[in-house]
């Protein structure tokens, strides 16, 4: 048989295979194909203004997954995929245009709901950054209140590790966490920084260095001392205390609003 | 004219996609996903031979090829060939995908691309039953030599056999579809 086979056959072969190659496309539309590819292989980002100059975010359907300055885009998506294991590509489309806008919004101070996708944190992460998300504009709380608030009493250092590793820095406002001293202590992205935004919150960095919490003999009441009900005591009622148990031993208890809460 | 030189420092070994990719520029994973999807999914379609399951195929190789890209080094990424990578990634998939289905056999709708007519879609798919009947080797051979225009040190690369190896089993390969041609002419035997 094989000697029946000839250049000319080959020829055939080929000029038939070549002719079918041309032809075998994809029925859908390819942009709509490679759309489908990107939004599995890839995070879409976008950037915008904050307090800490340009960041870069990325977001999935449930919302912000990860929040960086950075020098470029460039630099943000070598990070993000040493980070993650992903790679980033320019987000596109209403929606993200409505995320940034609502971010921008929040850091200018709105109530606004920015939707947060924490699914990669741990369980003992995402409630620390719950507890955290909720600290307000111009109050700071110290490591340990966070701990006890997440469930874990006595975790101030693992809340210091969650903090360092915040995936969503200003929008889980980690610089309002301060030590339990009520020293500011360091920051992701530099320890001044930390300061600048807080003063930018109308938080006195100074007042709270060495007497976190503050008590009236009015009500009786010890609070942390950005809590908005002590920011209502008169200054010749103002009692400075550098720690909670100090305030009990002197007769105060506790406010209910602020919760502060005494070293184990 | 610009295109063609890019074209050609890819498909010689060098390609800055991969320090694109290392890089970090952004727009660098899109253009590798445009770059290869039309003749993946030729492959893919020429093995499976269905749309639908073509596409799944394409898709299914981009998440894993960029599942492990996300994890190499960036001097990895930088020395990468990504055309015959992408290719080793989709082989793998094609042929997995039509072993499960021959495993659990279902009916045959077969279709061919949106613009292509009756005629058209006959015409390719009795050249790809032809091809389907090959051995694999012979298939897979003769597909990315003639389906998918590979010089054969790519289809080398891609593959892993010697060159040499490669032209044989293109040249045996073709040998019998072009018997199979003769042997069972289109349109004949129905009236």
């Known amino acids: 048989m094989n000697e029946r086979f000839t250049e000319r056959d080959g020829e055939l072969a080929t000029a038939s295979l070549r002719e079918m190659a041309a032809r075998i496309a994809p029925a859908r539309e390819q942009a709509v194909l490679v759309d489908g590819v990107m939004a599995a292989v890839t995070d879409s980002f976008f950037s915008v203004e904050s307090p800490l100059g340009a960041v870069y975010v990325t977001a999935g359907p449930y919302g912000v997954r990860y929040l960086t300055p950075a020098a470029s885009e460039e630099e943000f998506a070598r990070r993000y995929r040493e980070r993650f294991g992903r790679f980033v590509s320019p987000a596109e489309g209403d929606e993200a245009a409505d995320l940034a806008e609502r971010i921008e919004a929040a850091f200018a101070g709105e109530r606004v709901e920015v939707p947060l996708d924490l699914s990669r944190a741990t369980p003992f992460q995402r409630r620390v950054l719950e507890v955290v998300r909720g600290i307000r504009r111009g109050e700071v709380r110290p490591y340990i209140w966070v701990a006890g608030e997440a469930g874990s009493p006595g975790a101030s250092r693992a809340v210091g590790n969650v903090m360092a590793n915040n995936p969503v820095p200003l929008l889980v406002p980690c610089h309002r966490v301060v030590r339990n001293d009520g020293r500011t202590g360091s920051f992701a992205f530099g320890a001044g920084e930390k300061v600048r935004l807080l003063r930018a919150e109308g938080v006195s960095p100074e007042e709270i260095s060495g007497s976190p919490y503050v008590a009236t003999p009015t009500t009786g009441i010890v609070c942390h001392a950005t809590c908005r009900n002590a920011k209502r005591i008169q200054p010749h009622n103002r009692r400075a205390f550098r720690s909670v148990r100090d305030a009990t031993d002197a007769g105060y208890r506790p406010c209910k609003v602020c919760r502060p809460v005494a070293a184990a | ?191």
């Open chain 2, 1 to 191: 004219m610009k295109t063609r030189t890019r074209r050609q420092e890819w498909t010689a070994g060098f390609d800055p996609l991969g320090a694109r990719l290392a890089d970090g520029d952004p727009l660098a994973p899109r253009d590798l996903v445009e770059r290869h999807y039309r003749e993946l999914y030729r492959y893919a379609f020429s093995v499976l031979r269905e749309e639908r399951a073509a596409e799944d195929a394409v898709q299914d190789a981009f998440e894993r090829a960029f599942s492990a890209l996300g994890r190499y080094s960036e001097e990895r990424l930088r020395a990468m060939k990504l055309r015959p990578w992408m290719y080793r990634i989709t082989l793998n998939v094609a042929r997995n995908r039509l072993r499960q289905r021959r495993e659990v056999p279902v009916e045959e709708p077969f279709v061919v691309g949106g613009g292509a007519s009756d005629e058209d879609r006959e015409a390719v798919m009795d050249v790809l039953a032809g091809l389907g009947k090959l051995p694999e080797r012979q298939r897979v051979a003769v597909t990315l030599r003639y389906l998918q225009d590979m010089p054969y040190a790519e289809i080398s690369g891609v593959t892993g056999w010697p060159e040499g190896t490669a032209k044989t089993l293109v040249r045996r390969g073709l040998m019998r579809l072009r018997m199979s041609m003769v042997e069972e002419p289109k349109g004949g035997g129905q009236g």
